[in-house]
């Protein structure tokens, strides 16, 4: 099994930062895809950020210029920076990882357990 755990949410004031951070342990052999995505209340969950193994980013078009994911391979970690927040910005902030346990194992998508990123005066 995987485990993904997520830190750094809490509560920002309009304009300030905020680094979530979201780290795998378990039965990895490697992680494709690493993600973020969040669900304000009443609404959908949607798509932050993806980045895949070799770099590559895509942002929502809310986001972009604001937030920006990195990932660390070596420990099976992903990152968001998110500048410029905005009250709209408010949600849980959920980490997916798409991971291969074994070499010729199939792939999987793990979702983080959720953190909460509240942006308000």
């Known amino acids: 099994q995987v485990q993904l755990v997520e830190s750094g949410g809490g509560l920002v004031q309009p304009g300030g930062s905020l680094r979530l951070s979201c780290a795998a342990s378990?039965?990895?052999?490697?992680?494709?895809?690493m993600g973020w995505y969040r669900q304000a209340p009443g609404k959908q969950r949607e798509l932050v950020a993806t980045?895949?193994?070799?770099?590559?980013?895509n942002y929502a078009d809310s986001v972009k210029g604001r937030f920006t994911i990195s990932r660390d391979n070596a420990k099976n970690t992903v990152y968001l920076q998110m500048n410029s927040l905005k009250p709209e910005d408010t949600a849980v902030y959920y980490c997916?990882?798409?991971?291969?346990?074994?070499?010729?194992?199939?792939?999987?998508?793990?979702w983080g357990q959720g953190t909460q990123v509240t942006v308000s005066s």
């Open positions: 997916q990882m798409v991971v291969s346990s074994t070499q010729l194992g199939r792939w999987y998508a793990y």
């Open positions: 980045i895949t193994r070799d770099g590559s980013t």
């Open positions: 378990g039965r990895i052999f490697s992680i494709n895809a």
